[in-house]
C-alpha cells in the first residue's frame, strides 16, 4: 500500500530542497495532492496480472491474437518522470483465451509502478506466458520518454521500441512479420 503520509512528508522535503516557500499559498495542498495521485499512478504495486489472466476460455482453433494500440502511461524508475504510449501484444494460444480487456488491464499492472520500458515490455510478456500459457507470445511497446525530451537530450517526438517473444514467436519469421504488418 501507498504510504501517504510518507509521501506527503517527502514532497514537503523536496520542495524545500528546490528552494521552494512551501507557505506560498499555491503549494499549501501539493504535498497531499501529490499523495492521492500516488495511490493511482502507481496502484500496480498492489496488483499482481494472475488476477486478470487465469479467467481464461477454451478455444477450438489456436488462431494468433493481437491486441494493439493499449495506451498505457508509466514513470521512470531512473528520474520519476512519466514515459507514455501503447502496447501491443499477440499471442498463439494453446487451448485457451482470456477477455481481451484482461490483456490491458495486464499492461496497466506493469505499467503503474516505478519501471524502465524494456522491464516492462519482458514482464507483460513472461505474466502472460506463466499464467495463460498459450504457444508463444510477443508485446511490442512503443513511448516517449519525459526524461528524454524535457531534459537531457532532449528529443521531442523521439520515441522507443521495445520488443519481447517467447515461445513460437522466437523462431518463426513468418509469424513475427505477420504480427509487423498488422502494426
Ligand atoms: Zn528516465
Same mark, same amino acid.
Given at each position: 500500500?501507498?504510504?501517504?503520509?510518507?509521501?506527503?512528508?517527502?514532497?514537503?522535503?523536496?520542495?524545500?530542497?528546490?528552494?521552494?516557500?512551501?507557505?506560498?499559498?499555491?503549494?499549501?495542498? $501539493? /504535498?497531499?495532492?501529490?499523495?492521492?495521485?500516488?495511490?493511482?499512478?502507481?496502484?500496480?504495486?498492489?496488483?499482481? /496480472?494472475?488476477?486478470?489472466?487465469? !479467467?481464461?476460455?477454451?478455444?477450438?482453433?489456436?488462431?494468433? +491474437?493481437?491486441? !494493439?494500440?493499449? +495506451?498505457?502511461?508509466?514513470?521512470?524508475? =531512473? =528520474? %520519476?518522470? /512519466?514515459?507514455?504510449?501503447?502496447? =501491443?501484444?499477440?499471442? +498463439?494460444?494453446?487451448?485457451? +483465451? @482470456?477477455? %481481451?480487456? !484482461? %490483456?490491458?488491464?495486464?499492461?496497466? @499492472?506493469?505499467?503503474?509502478?516505478? *519501471?524502465?520500458?524494456?522491464? #516492462?515490455?519482458? *514482464?507483460?510478456?513472461?505474466?502472460? #506466458?506463466r499464467y495463460l500459457k498459450p504457444q508463444g507470445v510477443m508485446v511490442v511497446v512503443e513511448a516517449?520518454?519525459?526524461?528524454?525530451?524535457?531534459?537531457?537530450?532532449?528529443? /521531442?517526438?523521439?520515441? $522507443?521500441?521495445?520488443?519481447?517473444?517467447?515461445?513460437?514467436?522466437?523462431?518463426?519469421?513468418? %509469424?513475427?512479420?505477420?504480427?509487423?504488418?498488422?502494426?
Amino acid at each position: 500500500m501507498v504510504n501517504q503520509k510518507k509521501i506527503e512528508e517527502a514532497v514537503k522535503l523536496f520542495l524545500e530542497g528546490i528552494g521552494e516557500d512551501l507557505s506560498r499559498e499555491g503549494l499549501l495542498e $501539493t /504535498p497531499e495532492r501529490i499523495a492521492r495521485m500516488c495511490t493511482e499512478i502507481f496502484a500496480g504495486m498492489d496488483e499482481e /496480472p494472475s488476477a486478470h489472466l487465469t !479467467k481464461t476460455f477454451p478455444i477450438e482453433n489456436n488462431e494468433i +491474437v493481437i491486441e !494493439k494500440d493499449i +495506451v498505457f502511461y508509466s514513470v521512470c524508475e =531512473h =528520474h %520519476l518522470l /512519466p514515459f507514455y504510449g501503447k502496447a =501491443h501484444i499477440a499471442y +498463439v494460444p494453446d487451448g485457451s +483465451v @482470456v477477455g %481481451l480487456s !484482461k %490483456l490491458a488491464r495486464t499492461v496497466e @499492472v506493469y505499467a503503474k509502478r516505478p *519501471q524502465i520500458q524494456e522491464q #516492462m515490455t519482458a *514482464q507483460i510478456a513472461d505474466s502472460i #506466458m506463466r499464467y495463460l500459457k498459450p504457444q508463444g507470445v510477443m508485446v511490442v511497446v512503443e513511448a516517449e520518454h519525459m526524461c528524454m525530451t524535457m531534459r537531457g537530450v532532449k528529443k /521531442p517526438g523521439s520515441r $522507443t521500441t521495445t520488443i519481447v517473444k517467447r515461445g513460437c514467436f522466437k523462431e518463426d519469421l513468418q %509469424l513475427q512479420n505477420e504480427v509487423f504488418r498488422i502494426l
